[in-house]
């Protein structure tokens, strides 16, 4: 793995609360990295079942509009817009967890990558829900990264739980804290709790 500091710092990240219609009160959080590829080749890694073995996980399904997949021992879904190669709009989870992937060119070779991950505050709690979902978000980016620059990854999810994986995890929770506290949308004793909570889930041998 490069430098922690430099792949952390890559990845921008925002948490916000905003009216969600008949869901009530959403709490958005949002992830964005600029890969160095083009958008189609980005897309084809984040949608491939061939590729997302390599730097994710096995999944299975119909990566279409109306179609639905299911990630091995971890989450199901059901695509609701997939617009190749830009838009990618699903549920994650459960049916109000709403994941958007949004790709875009920004220049030659050069792609910018966002990650929505919405979710009703009843079920979040607070903005410091936020640390349940954002520190995987980042170790998804940083696997795409690694994949997209050609890195052989054996085990994605062995490698996430190693030791290197978990303090990248480790320092993930607390720029992950720092986005709740600059949104106010958690009080601190909310943050601290949901800091244990990930850290004992993320980085459970620190």
């Known amino acids: 793995m490069k430098d ?3 792949q952390l710092e890559a990845i921008r990240r925002e948490v ?4 969600g219609g008949d869901l ?21 890694a984040i949608t491939s079942k061939e590729r997302l073995p390599r730097w994710f996980a096995p999944v299975t399904g119909d990566f279409r509009e109306g179609g639905s997949f299911q990630v091995e021992n971890m989450a199901s879904g059901d695509i609701l817009q997939c617009r190749p ?9 459960g049916p109000n ?13 050069v792609t910018d990558l966002e990650v929505e991950h919405t979710v009703p505050v009843a079920m979040a709690g607070s903005g410091a829900g936020a640390l349940y979902v954002g520190p995987g978000w980042d170790q998804g980016l940083l696997m795409l990264a690694r994949h997209l620059g ?5 085990d994605p999810l062995a490698d996430q739980n190693s030791l290197p994986g978990q303090e990248f995890s480790r320092r993930s ?30 980085a459970p041998d620190f």
């Open 16 to 19: 916000a609360r905003r009216d």
């Open 85 to 93: 190669p830009k838009l990618l709009r699903m549920t994650y989870g």
């Open 24 to 44: 009530g009160e959403l709490v958005a959080v949002l992830v964005k990295r600029t890969y160095h590829a083009d958008v189609e080749d980005v897309w084809d």
């Open 4 to 6: 922690i500091t430099e």
């Open 97 to 109: 967890s709403i994941v958007e992937v949004r790709l875009a060119s920004a220049g030659e070779d």
């Open 150 to 154: 050609g890195e052989h990854i054996a």
């Open 173 to 202: 929770i607390q720029a992950w804290a720092d986005a709740v506290r600059a949104s106010g949308t958690a009080t601190e004793d909310e943050i601290t709790a949901s800091v244990t909570a990930a850290a004992t889930h993320f």
